[in-house]
């Protein structure tokens, strides 16, 4: 879901606006310091997103607002910082429990006054919030659609003076939408029992019909209409052809070894299955589907979000309300049923605004199966027929956003009606050229339709994908004997190619329209016009080999990390999450992975320098300042790093995690990674190139640890001598890897921290 608590939220990719109703836009008189300083108070930021403002505005003026921002946008504070500034108490429609307990901990780590009411409270708890909601002391009060039109409730906030009601997942309310609910259709209602109120919808996935559909719905007055862009430019999108989906989910997950992974199947057994071979080697997952018990899925929620479980099997069809903001990467194992659907399940990952991983593993059978489930599905509804036509018409999207290779960002950004400008996003498996064309990719195509026509000619009927997979393989199968097809002139034709690769190009020769598979319990294959187009050599055709070139690094994930003490950062780990179970609340609401990260790389050991980290307003310097500046210092001592680095402004735009290759905050540290990267390519010592850069030689050794990781040379003997490289290494063999201060004491302190971090990085990924 998009839903997210505003301490991540606010983190996450910046974006530029799109559209926006001039006419009408909001002007309120509160100035913008005085947002900005409340802001920064409850949440540690010192500026607003795009559009943010905008929508702060819209709600201060009682004027209705659409506001369609990307997940990880910053849709939350747009709604949280107008009754704290009013002092009011203003209403939010949220859909899941989960979601609005995460806001919740999250706004009240902040010191910020809210509640939620829901079934799960206790009747105590539930006339507690009521007493402070009377009493004015409640800032946001999160419901669920059917808790507020409760006629008992609405008498209830009849009596209060309610000045806004914000509606999140607000696409739900449009028939367009991909993810329609009839209940939130009722909350039209609010315009006329609340008519002093001003209505505001927040959605993340909204074309403009959506969007039109939603304020007519909802029946909003002259609202202003707020939209950034859909594109994620932190997230990194991979379609990968599917041919061992289960090794290749697992491998997708061992790059993201410790780190959050959410997998998507398309049915529960599917789920099921996927865990269990997850767990079979070695690596610790749950399923989590609609048919488990709620205690089920609140115990793997639970475990998620406070990080004791990283990988999640899940069905694409059920809203998880799993809300944790460093999920590093989201896996489909099946295609998902629309672009919306696929928009909204990857903007899961990486809501802190650092580099995260959407890898789809596409196959045509799945296409073929989610028709299926269409057609079963709708088989006792009305307009059947018209509900199926629209179900797969969002499938066909979905399948040409995978079969057509053109630059992921830039199809996702045109799905919704908006220019990318960039020529190469640097951030998908298309622009990394990691994929790989079949060679004589016509000549394959021919055969194939060629078997088709023959077999057709043959016996008189038509036959299934395997079928002919198998008399293009040359297969000694019964029915290939019996029907005479092993006298056919295409009976293998296609010998020695894996049967899987030959499958996938058959689905793909579909997805192309270039074959046709009937519908029924039993389809078979047939022609088309375009088919004889392809026998002719008329026209040419265009095949992905199954084979996918080596997993690149981006410029993202080098960017994110730069100056970063990784071992530090893991050590902040354990204790958030030693805090996080402790006040039992998921581990992001402490801090964030963004905020853990700008911590080891500032490593303040002083409140002074504390509160120069991104990410950490008032109440949480008062209730964590102390503890980890203690923490950090103890470390820092331990592996005899510099504490309380400044970082200029410079710098810190350098650092940006969220800046891509053409924007003009990535082209600094591109320029000068890159340039230490060149120079370290050449045999240049750190020295020289620290000098050429004007960088500390801490930065400079990180760099050089970075361009080893990248490139992982074969030997490291440039910059390190060979014989310190042995004694660092029979060092580190017997006291360990994680810290560096036992090693470089074990070497009695003759060698230097630069050259045993250098030494270790080396080891670690030659033994990877």
Known sequence: MVTLSTVEETNATPFESQVCDATSAATSTVSLDRILELVHAYWGFNTLRPWQEEAIRATLDGQDSVVVLPTGGGKSLCYQVPPAITQQ?????????????????????????????????????????MRDLRAGKLRLLFVSPERLLMSGFLHELDQLDIRAFAIDEAHCISQWGHDFRPEYRQLALLQKRFPKASVHAYTATATQRVREDIANQLQLTNPAMLVGTFDRPNLVYRIVPQLDVYTQVIQAVQRHKDEAVIIYCLSRNDTEAMADILNSTGIKARAYHAGLSADQRHRTQDAFASESLNVVAATVAFGMGIDRSNVRCVIHATIPKSVEHYQQETGRAGRDGLEAECVLFYSGADVMRWQSLFEHSAEQLKNAEKLIAAQKKLLNEMRRYCTVPQCRH????????????????HACDVCLDETEAAEEATEIAQKIISSVARLDRISGFSFGVGHHVDVLLGANTQAIRQRGHDQATTYGLLKGTPKKTLTHWIYQLLDQHLLTRTTGKLPVLELNEDSWEVLRGHRKVRLIRTAVKQVKETSISTISWDGVDRGLFEHLRVIRREIAEQAQVPAFVIFNDRTLRDLARRRPTGIKHFRKVH???????????????????????????????????????????????????????????????EMFSQGKSIDVVMAALSRARSTTAGYLCNFIEATKPASIETWVPQSTYLDVARAADQVGFDKLRPIY??????????????????????QN
């Open 410 to 425: 830039r199809a996702l950004s045109e799905h919704f009606g908006q220019t990318y400008p960039q020529q190469n996003c």
């Open 615 to 677: 990410g950490i307003g008032d109440a949480k310097i008062e209730k964590f300042g102390k503890l980890f500046c203690t923490e950090i210092e103890t470390y820092c001592n331990e592996h005899d790093l510099s504490t309380n680095i400044v970082i200029d402004s410079r710098h810190q735009a350098d650092s940006s995690p969220t800046s891509t290759p053409g924007n003009s905050s990535s082209s600094k540290i591109s320029k000068s990674k890159l340039m230490a990267f």
């Open 89 to 129: 108490t203003h209403i939010v429609v949220s859909p899941l429990i989960s979601l609005m307990k995460d806001q919740v901990d999250g706004l009240t780590a902040c010191g910020y006054p809210a509640a939620a009411l829901y079934s799960g409270k206790s009747t105590d708890e539930k006339n507690d919030i």
């Open 745 to 766: 004491e074990h070497l009695d302190e003759k060698v230097s921290f630069d050259d045993i971090r250098l030494v270790v990085s080396h080891v670690r990924i030659q």
